[in-house]
């Protein structure tokens, strides 16, 4: 193991006719001994055998770890210390560190020097080098200087207390002696971002709301601070509210909130005015006769101390009539109970022309008993009143059970051209299509889906076909009906 650039030793081996190579196997034997560089950190592997006549011996390794030379510590220079303050531990970084009195010569200590704050001022030099493991040779590096000062305390005065409008920066020019140190601002109550730059004296702040910034002045490891109060006159926020509906032919109070204001000196003016009550005031009644968007914009008054403008909009929309569903036209069992389902309202009113007894008439479900096919209509309204709509007509069928017909005729008239099975009361729908052979033609599990008379789109000849159907009924008690069909083209 040599260090790095130190001086080596010629190879030494014990044999006869030795045999020089660099590699394990193959290549060129040479007599000479290969020489040993440190110049370049590595390790270099060289191989040497022994050889009697023709006859040549196996090869041994010699391994050359050349130790690269380590680079100077990472040191802080200079580096302060205030009057009798307890020596922090000296800054640097590294591995093995060996500490010197001077840049050449001495014997290096691993024991970090203590500098003396009791005099002051005074200026220390101390030397710091990095050095390897013994197993690797103690190879030591440059040696770099860390220069210490006990220097005397500081004087700052950041200046009078500010007031600035919301949106104004304000440039700070504290007085610092001596000369020559380091800054660092803080914020207390605003934000850091709200200073341009932390690491200047000189600094500009634009904070939005009232704070306190603290300027720390640094020097030869002395610090002291001082503190601003900026005072911020807010600039008013307004919100007029969120977006609502409102029925045709009716009115509603419009009302802005106004936050984050210094006073109340401040004048409002609501647009468009023509469907106003007082559009001079935060509240003001509105009757419009179509979807209208209203923008109030305030202003503060002289006396406010800060010219601010600002502005916030709200949509009323209006409703000419809510949109009520009943649901699609049905089937039920007769003489089961059937649920009708409305959507599209807060409050609901179901209502037969045949006088049907309705269970629930007030819910969005309600509940019915047919023996007959009826018409049911719905009333349904919203939060504001406005009022919807619509109507649902329900077949009654015998069940539960399924409706099969006994023919159809796929032939493009438009009549009769789906081959359907309809589940009355039913649930676990599924549903077959076989040809005279047994091959299956059609099948399906969704609701009131039907066989067109083709398979793989090619249509198929006229004839008796066989249906099976199987589902579940209310009492989840299994139920299948087989049948046949007749197509006809």
């Not at 015998?398 to 409706?403: A, E, I, L, S, V």
Request: glycine fraction near 8%.
């Amino acid at each position: 193991t040599y260090c790095q650039n130190a001086p080596t030793f010629p190879l030494v081996v014990g044999g006869t006719n030795l045999q020089w190579y660099s590699s394990p196997t193959g290549g060129t034997a040479s007599t000479i001994t290969p020489p040993v560089s440190s110049a370049t950190a590595g390790i270099f592997t060289f191989y040497v055998a022994q050889k009697l006549g023709n006859c040549e011996g196996p090869r041994a390794a010699i391994v050359v770890d050349i130790t690269a030379t380590p680079t100077a510590p990472t040191v802080v220079t200079p580096f302060n210390i205030c009057p009798n303050d307890i020596a922090p531990p000296l800054p640097a970084t590294g591995t093995n560190l060996l500490w010197y009195s001077t840049a050449i010569g001495g014997v290096g200590s691993t024991i970090a020097p203590v500098p003396n704050t009791a005099i002051f001022p005074a200026t220390y030099t101390y030397y710091v080098s990095q050095s390897t493991s013994a197993a690797t040779g103690s190879c030591e590096g440059p040696r770099v200087a860390i220069v210490v000062t006990v220097d005397n305390p500081l004087q700052i005065n950041v200046g009078l207390d500010p007031t600035i409008c919301e949106g104004e920066s304000v440039k700070i020019l504290p007085v610092v002696t001596p000369t020559g140190a380091a800054y660092e601002w803080r914020a207390d109550r605003v934000p850091l971002s709200t200073i341009d730059d932390r690491f200047i004296k000189d600094a500009t702040v634009n904070p939005i709301d009232t704070g306190v910034y603290i300027l720390k002045a640094t020097l030869g490891g002395c610090s002291k601070e001082d503190t601003l109060n900026v005072n911020v006159i807010w600039k008013p926020i307004i919100n007029a509210g969120l977006t609502k509906a409102i029925c045709l032919d009716s009115s509603i109070l419009l009302t802005a909130v106004v936050s984050h204001n210094s006073s109340d000196s401040i004048s409002y003016l609501w647009s468009p005015t023509d469907s106003l009550a007082t559009p001079d005031a935060l509240q003001t009644l509105a009757y419009p006769t179509k979807t209208t968007l209203y923008t109030i914009s305030f202003q503060t008054k002289p006396i406010y101390g800060c010219d601010f403008k600002g502005s916030s909009s709200v949509k009323l929309v209006v409703q000419k009539i809510d949109k009520a569903f009943a649901g699609n036209d049905t089937i039920a069992v007769k003489g089961a109970s059937h649920v009708l389902m409305g959507r599209g309202g807060l409050n609901y009113t179901w209502s037969s022309p045949a006088g049907i007894n309705i269970r629930n008439p007030f819910s969005q479900k309600a509940l019915v008993t047919l023996n007959d096919d009826a018409q049911f209509y719905l009333k349904v309204t919203d939060a504001i009143g406005c009022e919807g709509r619509d109507t649902v007509f329900v077949k009654v069928y015998d069940g539960p059970t399924f409706n099969v017909p006994n023919s159809f005729t796929p032939n493009g008239d438009g009549l009769n051209e789906i081959f359907r099975a309809i589940p009355v009361g039913m649930a676990n729908f599924y549903f077959r299509v076989f040809n005279r052979t047994g091959q299956l033609m059609f099948e399906t599990s969704q609701y009131l889906k039907g066989w067109d008379g083709t398979i793989n789109g090619k249509p198929q000849p006229n004839g008796t076909y066989v249906w099976i159907v199987t589902g579940t009924d209310k009492d989840y008690k299994k139920v299948q009906m087989k049948g046949t069909v007749n197509l006809i083209r």
